[in-house]
């Protein structure tokens, strides 16, 4: 005589209650992590969008009212202070718009559309920072070359921006030159130096003697200026780091709680 299924059926009953009550717990569990961090981002990436939109500005005002501000360069006259900072606000816009959708709508092709962007943009950064100093002695070398080149632009029609800048740069670092005074007078074709070379500046002061000039070239004054503040330039590039791998981590996590609220609540 085959065995009564009665017990079987007593407990059915409980045990599917007991793993209902389960999925339920992890589902709820689920939903409340994922909308603190959801909340968490949605405020990061504001943050991130807002600071897109100030250094857009900057460099829209740059760009209207100064020109080509600091356009040191010949060979890349696009490479200017107002143009950088408006390419850099404009990604960082695009970037922060798309996390903060993506978190408010908890969209996972904008999550992880918004933590490729970020990862492309850090592996950038940190390959130009090695390439920078395995290749530093190059840089160097061209860069004094192209800064030379660039002087023969200077007071030039269209160079406002490089006149600008140079002008600024001799005045305030009290240098001449890129790497001594006496590349001014290849520019000028003879013994001369613009007035923002003069100790003391006057009308056509750089046509007085070299002993009324600054003697520094400003290249290394520039580069020793560097090195004196490469805590602050370090504390800075650790900043935007720490910036970028907080806005991985906040997109990565809520695109695994969102594939974990959708697997536990489907």
Known sequence: MSPSPAPLILWEGPVLLVHSQQELKRCSMAHNCLQCIKYLMFVFNLLFWLGGCGILGVGIWLAVTQGNFATLSSSFPSLSAANLLIVTGTFVMI???VGC???????????????????????????????????????????????????????????????????IIQTDFRCCGVSNYTDWFEVYNTTRVPDSCC???????????????WKAPCYET??????ENLLAVG???LCTAMVQILGLT????????????????A
Not at 256 to 265: L, P, R, S
Request: proline share 1%.
């Open 95 to 97: 970037i922060g718009f």
């Open 101 to 167: 959708i993506g978190a408010i709508k908890e969209n996972k092709c904008l999550l992880l559309s918004f933590f490729i962007m970020l990862l492309i943009i850090f592996l950038l950064e940190l390959t130009v920072v090695i390439l920078f100093f395995v290749y530093t002695d190059k840089i160097d070398k061209y860069a004094q070359r192209d800064l030379k080149k660039g002087l023969h632009l200077y007071g030039t029609d269209g160079n406002i921006g490089l006149t600008n800048a140079w002008s």
């Open 250 to 265: 906040f997109a990565m996590t809520m695109y695994c709680q969102v594939v974990k609220a959708d697997t536990y609540c």
């Open 199 to 213: 100790l003391e500046f006057s009308e056509n002061c750089g046509l007085h003697s070299p002993g009324t000039w």
């Open 235 to 237: 504390i800075f590039g």
């Open 222 to 227: 520039v580069k020793i200026w560097l090195q």
